[in-house]
């Protein structure tokens, strides 16, 4: 049986993106619900004016590699760098303020207990 394996620093743009990227490493279904990991590249973003994430799960984030500015609702702006990490409560407004233009941002995101999407159902199966 294989095993994921890999390099979040592989494969880092050059130049500025478009929008952030978003990569999930692994998922995996749990009795709470799924766990996903997902590698975020940041070239300058950030949430729309006025735009606040509202997700019903939990989410560690770390920032990997350089740096950003994380806003949950109620505080002030976080300024995070390598290393440093936050855990969002499910529920939590909060909202990526800044990310840095000049060099790529690279987050580590693990999404705890979100909903399982139901499968679909293929041809010839039964509910």
Do not use: C
Not at 7 to 35: K, Q, R, Y
Not at 78 to 91: N, Q, S, V
Request: glycine residues 12%.
């Amino acid at each position: 049986m294989s095993v994921p394996a890999g390099n979040l620093l592989a494969g880092l743009p050059s130049g500025s993106l478009p929008d952030e990227l978003f990569t999930t490493l692994t998922e995996t279904a749990a009795s709470t619900g799924a766990v996903r990991i997902e590698r975020i590249l940041s070239t300058g973003q950030a949430s729309p004016e006025g735009f606040w994430y509202d997700q019903g799960w939990d989410e560690f984030v770390l920032v990997v590699q350089g740096a950003a500015r994380l806003q949950l609702d109620g505080e002030a702006e976080r300024t995070l760098g390598p290393g440093d990490w936050l855990m969002i409560p499910a529920g939590r407004r909060h909202r990526v303020a800044w990310t840095d233009p000049t060099a790529p941002t690279v987050w580590l995101a693990v999404h705890i207990g979100e909903p399982i999407p139901p499968k679909k159902m293929g041809r010839g199966q039964n509910a």
